[in-house]
């Protein structure tokens, strides 16, 4: 175990059930909404989930599930950023 899981106190399984979840929301939201079609796109795609994290975090709901949903959802949207500016055209 590396030691920030240990200051963490966090298992590898933790981090591979969250990391497994954001991979299952980064192919669910590509069958529903393909990839994003521009950086500005991308960026507002990021910030609406931004901003639903956020609703959660001033709301004190932060640790409920829907807040760890929203926060799945932003990583997996980062993800999508990340991997797929050279396969859309006019990135």
Same mark, same amino acid.
């Given at each position: 175990?590396?030691?920030?899981?240990?200051?963490? /106190? !966090?298992?590898? /399984?933790?981090?591979?059930?969250?990391? =497994?979840?954001? =991979?299952?929301?980064?192919?669910?939201? !590509?069958?529903? #909404?393909?990839? !994003?079609?521009?950086? #500005? /796109?991308? +960026?507002?795609?990021?910030?609406?989930?931004?901003?639903?994290? +956020?609703? #959660? *975090?001033?709301?004190?709901? %932060?640790?409920?599930?829907?807040? @760890? =949903?929203?926060?799945? @959802?932003?990583?997996?949207? %980062?993800? =999508?950023? *990340?991997?797929?500016?050279?396969? *859309?055209?006019? +990135?």
């Amino acid at each position: 175990m590396s030691l920030l899981l240990r200051i963490l /106190d !966090m298992s590898q /399984d933790d981090v591979d059930v969250v990391l =497994k979840a954001v =991979k299952e929301e980064f192919y669910r939201s !590509m069958v529903k #909404h393909g990839p !994003m079609k521009s950086p #500005h /796109d991308g +960026w507002a795609v990021l910030l609406e989930e931004l901003d639903e994290l +956020w609703e #959660h *975090v001033r709301g004190n709901t %932060a640790r409920t599930p829907e807040a @760890q =949903k929203e926060a799945i @959802q932003l990583a997996a949207m %980062a993800v =999508k950023f *990340v991997l797929l500016p050279e396969r *859309v055209p006019g +990135w």
